[in-house]
């Protein structure tokens, strides 16, 4: 069974920085895209980044300058370096992966709050 397990959220100050990864475990041999969404309280879920097996990189406009993913595929684990934070960035940000058989894995979640 294939799990995604985040870590890295926390409060921070507006402009400041935070760290989040995502890292798989379970019987999977490679995953294609992987990625990060968010959801904010009241709010759809939305995605923030996504990243191919190849690395390239598609993000949200609210995002472009200041949030960077990035992945290991030797350890199945996508991260998201995240800049300049402000605090329409607060929400529960939520980690998922396609599998190369079809399947979709999501994390649990991890909370991020940006204090202004």
């Known amino acids: 069974q294939v799990q995604l397990v985040e870590s890295g959220g926390g409060l921070v100050q507006a402009g400041g920085f935070l760290r989040l990864s995502c890292a798989a475990s379970g019987s999977i041999f490679r995953f294609n895209a992987m990625g990060w969404y968010r959801q904010a309280p009241g709010e759809q879920r939305e995605l923030v980044a996504v990243i191919a097996s190849g690395g390239a990189a598609n993000y949200a406009d609210s995002v472009k300058g200041r949030f960077t993913i990035s992945r290991d595929n030797a350890k199945n684990t996508v991260y998201l370096q995240m800049n300049s934070l402000k605090p329409e960035d607060t929400a529960v940000y939520y980690c998922?992966?396609?599998?190369?058989?079809?399947?979709?894995?999501w994390g649990q979640g991890t909370q991020v709050t940006v204090s202004s």
């Open positions: 998922k992966a396609n599998s190369a058989d079809g399947r979709v894995y």
